[in-house]
């Protein structure tokens, strides 16, 4: 008997958790972890920035361990990007940076939230195989930047 | 024993493909249960060719995996 499933997946997720799939996706897309939202408050910011706003709507942090306000910022040359927790408890990323339009700052945020769902997913499959002592028989990222994982379990 | 192989495939978008091999009966649905129950929701769900063969010769196929890899 064999199946093929396609799955969307939710994230359910305490807010350490979020942080790890975070550097794992900026490591992966070249961006700087820079500073907690309280350090950036501190700056005056005189100059307004193109901003964009995109949610991961499948998304749930859990407040525990989560200071109020807090964030992490990444940065790309003039790029921007806040991970955050919204006022409904979603993961959300804003884009902000000069000399870009709107449409290029979403891109780049959607860019990033499909590249954080892609390391949270890994990350957790990744632990839930090894508690279940699965054999890896295969993993690789292909060319379309997928990542395949091929596992085998011996069964009585 | 039985070989069961579980291919997983992460797309770039985060959405996940899972397929399910060479377990028998209910336990392929239990895979599929686990799987969801860990990632999310379920787009689509299809039973593959294999899954209409008469479950002898699905057996057979096994037996012969496992004899070429011993």
Redesign the interface.
């Given at each position: 008997m064999s199946t093929v499933l396609v799955l969307t997946p939710v994230i359910i997720s305490s807010w350490p958790a979020i942080t790890a799939a975070v550097a794992g996706a900026a490591s992966a897309l070249g961006l700087l972890v820079r500073e907690t939202v309280k350090e950036a408050n501190a700056q005056n910011q005189v100059e307004v920035e193109q901003s964009v706003e995109v949610e991961l709507s499948q998304s749930e942090v859990l407040a525990e361990n989560l200071a109020t306000g807090q964030e992490i910022v990444l940065t790309k040359g003039s790029i921007e990007l806040r991970v955050k927790r919204d006022e409904r408890g979603r993961c959300v990323v804003c884009a902000k940076g000069f000399g870009h339009t709107d449409a290029e700052l979403k891109q780049i945020a959607e860019e990033f939230t499909q590249k954080l769902t892609q390391c949270y997913v890994y990350d957790k499959v990744m632990r839930e195989l090894k508690t279940k002592e699965f054999q890896i028989v295969n993993e690789e990222v292909m060319n379309d930047e997928s990542i395949r994982i091929h596992v085998r379990r011996w069964m009585d | 024993?039985?070989?069961?192989?579980?291919?997983?495939?992460?797309?770039?978008?985060?959405?996940?493909?899972?397929?399910?091999?060479?377990?028998?009966?209910k336990?392929?649905?239990t895979y599929?249960k686990w799987?969801?129950e860990?990632?999310?929701?379920?787009?689509?769900?299809?039973?593959?060719?294999?899954?209409y063969e008469p479950?002898v010769k699905?057996r057979i196929d096994l037996e012969q995996n496992l004899k070429t890899e011993e």
């Open positions: - | 024993m039985a070989q069961h192989d579980v291919e997983i495939e992460i797309l770039k978008s985060g959405e996940v493909k899972v397929h399910i091999k060479g377990a028998k009966g336990s392929c649905l599929a799987l969801t860990l990632i999310g929701n379920v787009k689509d769900q299809q039973l593959t060719s294999e899954y479950e699905a």
